[in-house]
Structure formats: structure tokens, C-alpha cells
């Protein structure tokens, strides 16, 4: 099983030592984990690294493969808040320490004249003014040559109809397409919740994201994917993967990618053998 998405107590709003990550992922069945704490950025300073920690953070995972050696492949990166104007600042950062994988989020997106939108602001999602402004965002992360993959892209389908976000990502993926990065299948969507279509009442147990619509796309514009539980506690380490992965090999996935030393490994699916036994995802429960 490979996990590329995955947080310790770093992120603040996480739990669990990169070591307790560690040891669950192995009981889970991941084989190769990429940790990727909240890099620091200007933008909500306690939900994430502070540039003091990194070196701390850097040596807790360089500990763990020492520790854990022949038992899990364990790799460094970061998430990384994208948002206009702040390239430079990324920049610099991906300059001073080695990853083996950097992912580009949009998060947060400033409003003309309205308080900043975060992501798991359900009710706050399908404005039409907040849908430009983060579109032209996620242009600008996919135009920058700044990361390996892009995070949760589909996140938004926790509040936003499909047919909605489809229309709006579909003029991008040329665009994914000609920079070569990755597009992140993340299995937080099974786990977390969303507004129904109709009566737009959280609920959960319900398919938001990843878009199934999307993903035949995707692959027809030949953009690889890279697949993360997004764990933010070391109980749900691989959460999903297995899943996700049996849901969408009949639409079409074949390959799932993770990066090392910045260079994307493709990883033929019939070759995984994960051992996941959850049942979040039920199929009669499942929404397209």
C-alpha cells in the first residue's frame, strides 16, 4: 500500500509523534508512507510547521528510517499553501531543505471585500465569487512548476455539485496535463463529511471527492495520480487506500504514482496488495 499523504502532531491540528504514525501505518500495510506535514507558510501560523521546527521535523523522520528499516519505505515532504503572490516565499523554502515529494493545497482563498474563505467552510463553497477567485488559484498552483502534485483539488465537492466543479476544473486540464504534475486521489472524502444536494444538511457517510466524473479525464489527458489518507491521527494511516483503489480500477486507474527525491515512481496497481479491511465505504451508501 502506498500512503503520499499523511500528518503528524506538527500540523498542530493533528496527533500522534511521526514514530506513532509510523508503527500504524506499518500495522495498516502501507509499504511506502510519505509524510507530509503542513509546511509553514505566512497564512494560520497554529495549524501548521514553524520554520523553528523543521529541522526538528526533518530528524524525526530521518529517526524513524533508521528505526523502522526493512519494514516501511518512509519518505519527507510537505504540503504547501498556495495563494498568489507567495511563490517566492515557497520558493525559498523548497531551497533550503531536500523533499522527496512537495504537494501544492489551496486552502485558503482571499475574498474582494469579504473575509477569507477556508475550504471546510461548507456553506461557503458554491458562490460564484468565491469559485472564481479559487479557480484562478488553482491555475496559478498548477502554473507556478513549484510541486509535485496537487492536493484535494475535488475537496470543494464536499459543498459544491459535481456537475458544478466538473465545469469549472474541466478548462484546466490541459493545462495539468502540459506541466507533468500529479493529481492526488485523497481518501479523506470517504471519511469526512458534506451538504446534501438538496436540503444542504451536513451529513455523514456520504462519496464527496475524489470526482469519479473527473477521473476518466484525467487519465485520457494522461495526468498521473498520486494517492494519500490524508491521516491527521495515527488511527486512520492508510484509511481508504485499498478502497478507493478497488472503486476506481474499473473506471479506468491502472497506475498510482509517489515521488522520491523529487522524481515520480508509476506503480502498476495489479502489482499492490494492500491490506485494508475498512468498511467506510459502503457500496449501497456510495454517491457518484
Known sequence: MIDSHSHTFYSKHATGSVDELVRA???????????????????????????????????????????????ITILQGLEFDYMPGAEAFTRDLLARYP????????????????????????????TEAFLDCYFANLEGLI???????????????????????????????????????????????LRKSSLTPFTRQE?????????????PQLIAHRVPFTIGSDTHAPEDAGAGVAEL??????????????????????????TLQPEDTSTILKQGAAQP
Open 143 to 189: 502554473s507556478c512548476g513549484l510541486f509535485d502534485s496537487v492536493g484535494h483539488a475535488d475537496t470543494l465537492l464536499r459543498g459544491l455539485p459535481e456537475d458544478v466543479f466538473l465545469h469549472r476544473f474541466e478548462p484546466l486540464l490541459a493545462l495539468l496535463a502540459q506541466s507533468g504534475m500529479a493529481f492526488e486521489l485523497n481518501t479523506s472524502g
Open 25 to 71: 501505518s506499518i500495522e495498516a500495510g502501507v509499504s511506502i508512507l510519505t509524510i507530509t506535514d503542513h509546511a509553514p507558510f505566512p497564512v494560520d501560523m497554529n495549524n501548521r510547521l514553524l520554520a523553528s521546527e523543521l529541522d526538528r521535523y526533518f530528524a524525526d523522520i530521518q529517526q524513524a528510517r533508521t528505526t523502522y528499516d526493512g519494514r
Open 99 to 126: 523533499l522527496d515529494f512537495a504537494i501544492g493545497s489551496c486552502h485558503y482563498v482571499e475574498m474582494p471585500g469579504e473575509p477569507m474563505v477556508k475550504v471546510w467552510e461548507l456553506p461557503r463553497l458554491s
Open 245 to 270: 483503489m478497488r472503486v476506481l480500477r474499473p473506471l479506468g486507474l491502472e497506475r498510482i504514482s509517489y515521488y522520491q527525491s523529487r522524481r515520480r515512481v508509476d506503480v502498476d496497481i495489479d
Open 203 to 215: 451529513v455523514q457517510g456520504l462519496w464527496s471527492y475524489p470526482s469519479k466524473q473527473l477521473l
